[in-house]
Every structure is written in C-alpha cells, then in structure tokens.
C-alpha cells in the first residue's frame, strides 16, 4: 500500500490532530516503512485460516444485571478540563 | 398532487433504536434510571478512563434474544462487540462498541396491520446490541456545549428494516406495532417521551417500475409516532416537488421540526462516514448455546398477534374486540384472569373494553393501578347477566365503590347500595301507574299510534324505581297496560 499525503491528512482528521507540513513529510515515511514492515505478513497463505480476533481463548464473560461501581459526579470530573460542577463543558459543537 | 405523487413509489426503510430495560449498563454497573440528577450514573468504564474494562450485561443479552425470536429471527450463536471509531462528545470513549458488522438477530419480521383491514410482513433484516451515546446540551451556553453522561453506556438494541414500508401511514403502523412489542415482552418501556425508543427513517422515492433505490434521505431522533408519520409525509412531499421540477435529491441527514410539521439538513453525507469497525479487544466473544435460546424462549409470554387470534377463533370475540382487549398485555392478562371466575367471554370483553376502560380514562390511571380485582369484575359480571342489576347501574353505581373497597363484591354493594332489580310485579305495577299518570298527554299520543313513546314511559319507571326496575318486565307490564 502506497502512503500519500492525502492519506496521512484524512488519518490526521479522524483522530483529530494536527500536524506541520513537515511533520506530516516524517509521518508519511514513518506510515510507509510501518506498513511495509507489516504487510510482509501478506506473503503467508492464509487460506482457510480465521481470522484471530480476540489474543484471549476466554469466551461467554459475562455480568449479572446488578447496580454498582458508580462514583460521584465530582471524582467524576476531577480531571475534565471544564465543568460548571454539574455538566462537562466542551467547546459548543453546534452553530446556532 | 395526487396524480403526480401516483408516479412515485416511495421507499422507506426505519431504524428504531429501543433502550433495554435492564437495571445496569450494557458494559458496567451504573444505574440506567431516566431522571437522575446529571453525571451521577457515570463510572470510570461509562467516562472511558484508560485502563478500565468493560463486561457485558447478561440481562442485555437475553434481551436482544427476546426481541429476535419474537420478530422471528435467526439468533447468531457465535456474537462479539466491534468499535465504531467517531469523534462527538457525547461519546467518552472515541468509539461506540456495537454489534454493526455482525448482529445477534438476522432477518426476521414484524407483522403490521395495513390500510383495507389485512396484514404485512414487514421484512427486518438485523436486530443488533450497541451502547446509548451521552446527552449534549446546546442551549445553556453561548460558548460551550454541555453534556451529560447518565446515559451514556445505556444497552440499546438497534431494529433495522429492509427498505420494505412504503408510506407515511406504513412507518406509523411499524413504529406502533414495534412499541406494542417490546413493551409487551418486557424488554423496554417503550416511552418514547423519554427517549427509550427512538427512530430514523431513511427515505427515497422513484418511478414505479424502477428497480433501482432513489437517493436516500435520513431522518434523524424521531420522538414520537406521530412525528414518524409526519416527517415521512412531508419528506415524501418535498422530493417529489424536487423530483417534478428536475432538481437532484442529494443524500442529506435532515432533523424534523415538530412545531412546523418540517424537516431541515444537518448536514450533506455525500461520502460515505469513515467509521473503522474493528473486534472489540477487550470484550470477549459470547458463544450462545442452543440451551440458552430455549430458556430465552421459554421466558416469553403469548405474542399480541397470537392471542388476538386466540381470543377470536376460540373465544368468539369480534375482531374489533379482540384487538381492544391485545392492545397492551396488562389488558390481555386482566381479561385471562376474569375468565377464571366466569365463562361469559363476550361480556367480560365488552366490560373491559367499556367501562372499565373510561373508568380508567377518568381517573387517569392504568390498569396495574386499578383497584378491581379479576374476581369483583366477574362478579358484576355474574349479577348483571343474571338479570340482577341492570348494566348502567352496575357499571355507574357498583364499579366505583368495588374499585375502592378489595374487600367487598359486588352482589353486597348491590343490596348494601338498594341496587337489586325488581322484578316482582307488584312494586313494578306501582311505579308503572305512577309513570303513565305523570304524563296523560303523552299516554294518549301513544293510543293514537306513536308507539315509539314506549321508550319515554320506560325511562320515567327507571327514574322512579331509582335503576331498580327490570326492563324487561316494565316494557311488558306498559304493554299491557297501555294496550288495555
């Protein structure tokens, strides 16, 4: 897979970071030698061979509908950057 | 309009979202209860702290089940959760953990009645688990967006049709009939007010005869049944104006404005959302044994549509009373239960779907509330058909003070309240003269030949007997008199 500088540019913005010109030059040399590295696995026959999708053999995990484990809403927003001690605030994400 | 709106045949295809009626979260502990004071049902699993791990709900799980076998699904037997990866801020985590990719319920359907009297299988194609988003709020501030996250974390199962209903009045059927469902099954409380059912519509239109779909259009949080119907209409509407006046139907996720019965774009989806699905890493998969699916069930109660059938093939009831009494279960069980103390099925369907029912209206209450019990109503029942007390009496005077007093039946509050009918002829003869000498101008216009007047002198022995006189026997003993 080539890696090119719209690629970087859209991965950038789904995980919303930003980045200099030349710092997305390093990033798209450091993406291209990752994936290359990687996709050396694509030369291993795989056919018939599921894929693995969970590193753990533990399957049906699972808890009984009972109420616990909450905390308080101030542990809860000690270390969120803005509260009105009631409700998280986050910059407005709708335009009025 | 009507003749335009004919070329077209609309596509509509609904994603109802219901939250799961469980005590806990789908991952963790917190409370689910609506209402509660904001960012108080909120855990480290719920607010996505590093490090924290999340365990799936059995009861949520059971659930989901429930639904499918009750909409006729195939239940996948090997299940695991993936991450929608989104940035919102109502979602801690960064990614949404759902069953998207592979869904716990394929296919199936739900039975809708349609518009000359009959029914339709609305074709399903998934009933999948995923985790509830938080609460953000716009409107408290002009700088910042405020949220709430009691719900995030909240179980929701995600009922997915084919693009298989095909008007504004379809959608409304469906969206009804899925409420009925899961309220009757017990897996949500189906309060649409308080958001535990919610619906998208997805809408497109085309010539009829195409075999293609037409751009789609998503209709985003429709809170009610209404709003359902009413979004549709004027969404259909609207693209038929842009379809007739040769403009394109771009794909758009729009949002309905109740007040002015409208829909407006949020935004123009003209790619595709990048979500990268991939296998939750920190939930296990959960392999469903065919024991399990039995128990599941075994645990659900006779279906509305079952019973309906029921009740008409077997008990004789019309279908209009039938259907009455399936509205909700609560009423399918109390009727159920009123049979065990007596056999008159139609009756017993006419009280509950009479004054039962405006009993309830009146005093704003629901069923579960009602204080009469199975046995009292059979008892009214058993009076009024042994022509002890007439029915007007019996459902004004005896249903109010039986709803108030558990201890007591009816045939004592009959005579406790001098209620009985009488039907013995001498104290009827008495009120019958008494009646007939109260109205001497109309006694003669009856000899004349308006023997409708029957009904007045009828009434005027009622009136004077208190409800007490069997009308039966008056109308008889008027004849007689009358006639002599």
Not at chain 1, 18 to 43: C, M, P, R, Y
Not at chain 2, 104 to 112: A, D, H, S, V
Not at chain 2, 295 to 311: D, G, M
Not at chain 2, 377 to 388: M, S, T
Request: hydrophobic share 35%; aromatic share 8%; glycine share 6%.
């Amino acid at each position: 897979m080539e890696v090119n500088k719209t690629m970087v540019e859209n991965l950038a913005h789904l995980s919303r970071l930003h980045f200099t010109d030349e710092e997305k030059n390093a990033l798209e040399q450091d993406l291209q030698s990752i994936i290359s590295f990687v996709e050396k696995l694509g030369e291993v026959d795989t056919t018939g061979v599921q894929p693995l999708q969970h590193m753990s053999t533990e399957v049906n995990v699972l808890r009984d509908d009972i109420v616990q484990g909450s905390i308080t809403r101030e542990e809860a927003m000690l270390n969120a950057p803005a509260t009105d001690k009631t409700f998280f605030k986050v910059p407005k994400v709708i335009k009025k | 309009m009507n003749m335009t709106a004919d070329k077209y045949e609309v596509v509509i295809g609904l994603e109802v979202h219901a939250q799961l009626a469980t005590a806990s979260k789908l991952f963790c502990g917190d409370s689910i209860a609506f209402g509660a004071a904001p960012n108080t049902h909120v855990s480290p699993v719920t607010l996505g702290h590093p490090g924290t791990l999340p365990k799936t709900n059995k009861k949520a799980v059971e659930y989901a089940i429930k639904m499918g076998i009750a909409c006729n699904c195939e239940i996948e037997r090997y299940n695991y959760f993936a991450r929608k990866n989104y940035f919102y801020p109502d979602l801690p985590k960064g990614y949404q953990v759902s069953q998207h990719t592979t869904p716990i319920c394929k296919g199936g359907y739900i039975t809708i009645k349609t518009e000359n009297g009959g029914t339709r299988n609305v074709q399903l194609n998934r009933i999948h688990m995923e985790e509830d988003a938080g609460k953000s709020i716009h409107t408290m501030d002009d700088e910042y967006t405020y949220v709430d996250y009691n719900r995030a974390g909240t179980p929701l199962i995600e009922i997915v049709t084919e693009p298989d209903l095909h008007s504004a009045e379809e959608a409304y059927q469906y969206v009804t009939e899925v409420r009925r469902l899961v309220q009757w099954i017990g897996v949500c409380d189906g309060n649409m007010e308080e958001g535990s059912l919610r619906c998208d519509a997805n809408v497109s239109i085309r010539l009829k005869g195409e075999t293609e779909l037409g751009t789609k259009v998503e209709v985003k949080n429709l809170n009610s049944i209404r709003n359902v119907k009413h979004a549709i209409q004027y969404e259909v509407e609207r693209m038929i104006q842009m379809a007739e006046a040769g403009e394109r139907i771009i794909q758009q996720t729009r949002s309905f404005d109740a007040d002015t019965d409208t829909t407006f774009s949020i935004r123009d989806k003209e790619e595709a959302n990048d979500y990268r699905y991939f296998a939750e890493p920190d939930l296990a998969p959960f392999i469903l044994s065919d024991t399990f699916i039995e128990s599941v069930q075994k645990s659900l109660p006779a279906l509305p549509q079952a019973l309906q059938h029921k009740y008409q093939n077997a008990l004789g009831l019309s279908e209009y009373d039938a259907a009455q009494l399936c509205m909700d279960k609560a009423t399918t069980e109390y009727f159920d239960g009123t049979l065990a103390f007596t056999k008159n099925y139609k009756a017993v369907a006419n009280w509950i779907n009479g004054p039962v029912k405006s009993y309830l209206n009146e005093h704003k209450i629901l069923l579960e509330q009602f204080g009469l019990s199975a046995q009292q109503l059979a008892g009214i029942i058993e009076l009024v058909e042994g022509g002890k007390v007439n029915f007007s009496v019996a459902s004004t005077k005896i249903l109010p003070v039986l709803a108030a007093e558990s201890n007591s039946n009816a045939a004592d509050i009959a005579s406790r309240l001098n209620l009985l009918q009488v039907s013995d002829t001498n104290e009827l003869e008495a009120w019958v003269e008494q009646a007939l000498e109260n109205m001497p101008d109309k006694v003669k216009e009856y000899q004349k030949g308006k023997k409708g007047l029957i009904g007045l002198f009828v009434g005027e022995v009622k009136k004077l007997s208190k409800g007490k006189a069997d009308p039966k026997v008056v109308t008889t003993l008027l004849e007689q008199k009358l006639n002599k």
